[in-house]
């Protein structure tokens, strides 16, 4: 009976040390390891030790130079998802903040500061284009213009108004048809024309979405107005 008391203590001591030297080589290997890994870090350069990329105003690729402000705009997604706008970080339009509707959408601001004056939107489908001639008319010299088509944005378009909008740096106003995804930067008072324009024509043959082309996005870097 002692016999077999003293055995199963011995056993347990033998298994009490095994499991000590395991915990002690754990701790050894993760302390190891987290040197090692500390040393690692150190020696790397910082552009290996920091894979992550960085992360640029309205969500661009890359940082815009001084004097310059960073945009980017989408247009709306068939008669679904409403057009966005972003400057300088600063949210201007979108289906989120429920301020953007079936036509053209525009954005205006101050073209030395980026801040927002005002922001519209204008049924070419069904509405009626004399306000829209009118806002177009009272846009002050030095205002940056944004604008993007949701659904339809030229139907109703005018002569008149199509020729508003090319004073204010557009290529592509005059051949805007039905349906058409169009998104533009501009500038009233601009003297030559916005490279900052995209315009992808409604066809069954190449439409996305059935009876809308595919969604346009744009992104770049405005200069500053200095005077």
């Excluded at 201007?92 to 980026?114: F, P, Q, W």
């Amino acid at each position: 009976m002692f016999r077999a008391s003293g055995i199963l203590k011995s056993a347990a001591l033998i298994l009490a040390f095994l499991l000590a030297v395991f915990l002690a080589f754990q701790l050894l290997e993760i302390n190891v390891e987290f040197k090692l890994g500390s040393v690692m870090s150190r020696s790397l350069p910082e552009s290996e030790a920091h894979t992550k990329p960085a992360v640029h105003k309205c969500g661009l690729s890359k940082a815009c130079p001084p004097g310059h402000m960073a945009f980017k705009l989408t247009s709306g997604a068939a008669s679904v998802v409403g057009p966005r706008m972003c400057l300088e970080d600063k949210l201007l339009m979108s289906s989120v903040k429920n301020n953007v509707g079936r036509g053209i959408n525009i954005a205006l601001l101050n073209g030395k500061t980026g801040e927002l004056i005002k922001t519209a939107y204008y049924d070419m489908w069904a509405g009626d284009v004399a306000p829209f001639i009118k806002f177009l008319k009272e846009i002050e010299d030095g205002t940056i213009v944004m604008m993007a088509s949701f659904d339809d944005s030229a139907s109703k378009l005018n002569d008149e108004a199509r020729k508003l909008i090319a004073d204010l740096g557009s290529s592509a106003v005059g051949n805007l048809s039905f349906r058409d995804n169009w998104i533009f930067v501009g500038g009233k008072g601009i003297k030559t024309k916005t490279p900052f324009e995209q315009h992808i024509k409604n066809s069954a043959d190449t439409n996305k979405y059935e009876g809308w082309p595919e969604v346009l996005e744009m992104e770049g870097c405005i200069p500053q107005r200095q005077t």
